[in-house]
């Protein structure tokens, strides 16, 4: 039984079209902030992790490729929000810093993210979120253990 109306969706649809859906909101409210959602995403994992890390660790961290990041921080240079820096010991290695400007940018993303967030889980009881953050937090681990079980096993079979 196949339909395109959203309550014969499977769970990975529903996960994808919630995440589009609340990327999609975010970057509305944060549009005129001058940043899309690469832009305040790296910005918002550069104020988790903190200031000074690697550029491959922020991609990691971020989970997209290396190349993808570099585009997102030269746009961030470019508009004053982070400088990049090579190490001493290491000129390959570039750390990511955060501008005076860009620490003020991050304190209104925080508001404009924080606002997206309560607005988009009201209505959902604490136990209800609860529950759907275990469930999601169980997807996330299984999918990574497979990734690493299949990684494991195509690498014996060749």
């Known amino acids: 039984m196949t339909s395109s109306h959203p309550e014969h969706m499977s769970i990975a ?10 990327r999609r909101v975010a970057d509305s409210e944060l549009a ?30 971020l989970e997209i490729e290396l190349g993808s990041l ?17 190490l001493p010991e290491d000129k390959r290695t570039r750390t990511v810093h955060v501008t005076e400007s860009g620490c003020e940018l991050m304190s209104r993303i925080e508001a404009r ?32 253990d497979y990734t690493a079980t299949t990684k494991d096993n195509q690498s014996t079979e060749q």
């Open 32 to 61: 005129p902030l001058g940043l899309s959602y690469p832009r305040w995403s790296a910005l918002w994992m550069l104020r988790r992790l903190g200031d000074g890390i690697s550029q491959s660790e922020l991609a990691q961290a």
């Open 113 to 144: 993210v924080l606002r997206v967030r309560k607005h988009l889980l009201a209505g959902i009881a604490a136990e209800d979120f609860d529950a759907l953050e275990r469930v999601l937090v169980t997807i996330n681990q299984n999918a990574m």
């Open 13 to 22: 649809e529903h996960l994808g079209r919630t995440a589009r859906l609340w």
């Open 70 to 86: 570099m585009r997102t921080l030269k746009h961030l240079e470019t508009q004053g929000l982070i400088t990049r820096r090579c």
